[in-house]
């Protein structure tokens, strides 16, 4: 069985800030892994995801993460914060042999400042 | 346009009174899946179906029921709604194959209140 732990329930930040979102995940199998965005009042969207390959994925928003391995994380980084990030994130993964189902963290809020 | 859409986006009720929402995708996927978003608890997962008539238990399924009789449709069935599923509920669609990653598409979101 999977389970993800994202260790910061809030993480308040001022604009231009750099921020760290962590995420903790253990697995006996191989994983896909995902981070989630949820602005408020909507649904769920994909921030970015690691399949295979570079253990370095980014967004189109300037949003990175890498997987660790030995470490099992998944970290989510941004150098500088814009207002427009705030929101709660979600980390999940989801095993390569279980067509689909993914296993969600209990969520971080992240909070930008002006 | 790719999407997944749930209905109603808002609904009150009274405890006991049997209530359904309905989801619906066009991406044609396999995989669908019911969660509950609660403060603190994140996204839980009640019910999944890999495929037509095929549905499973997720991680709290009691109070619910789903069924899975078209491709596109994943309606969330409460026989006798209590006040403990007062929640915000997704609906979610993705392939089954290992090389489309299982990345699922959420929809709009339902907000329950029972009272």
């Known amino acids: 069985a999977q389970s993800v732990t994202q260790l910061d329930s809030q993480v308040p930040v001022f604009e231009e800030a750099p921020v760290e979102l962590r995420c903790n995940y253990s697995?006996?199998?191989?994983?896909?892994l995902f981070w989630y965005v949820q602005y408020p009042n909507q649904g769920l969207q994909l921030l970015l995801k690691?399949?295979?390959?570079?253990?370095l994925v980014k967004s189109i928003n300037g949003f990175e993460a890498e997987f660790n391995k030995s470490q099992t994380s998944f970290h989510l980084r941004k150098p500088s914060v814009h207002i427009s990030d705030t929101a709660e994130y979600f980390c999940?993964?989801?095993?390569?042999?279980?067509?689909?189902?993914?296993?969600f963290g209990q969520g971080t809020e992240l909070s930008v400042k002006p | 346009e790719a999407q997944v859409t749930q209905n109603p986006r808002y609904l009150i009720t009274v405890t006991g009174k049997k209530l359904t929402v309905t989801c619906s995708q066009n991406?044609?996927?396999?995989?669908m899946s019911w969660y509950r978003q609660d403060p603190g608890l994140g996204l839980r997962q009640i019910y999944y179906?890999?495929?037509?008539?095929?549905?499973d238990k997720g991680d709290v399924p009691e109070g619910y029921k789903v069924s899975r009789k078209e491709k596109r449709n994943f309606p969330l069935i409460l026989e006798s709604p209590s006040p403990n599923q007062t929640s915000l509920y997704f609906c979610?669609?993705?392939?089954?194959?290992?090389?489309?990653?299982?990345?699922?598409?959420f929809g709009p979101g339902t907000r329950l209140t029972v009272t």
């Open positions: 999940a993964v989801s095993a390569y042999n279980q067509g689909g189902k993914l296993i």
């Open positions: 697995s006996s199998v191989s994983v896909y």
């Open positions: 690691y399949l295979s390959g570079s253990t």
């Open positions: 979610a669609s993705s392939f089954t194959r290992q090389e489309a990653s299982y990345e699922q598409y």
């Open positions: 991406m044609n996927h396999e995989y």
């Open positions: 179906s890999m495929n037509v008539e095929v549905t």
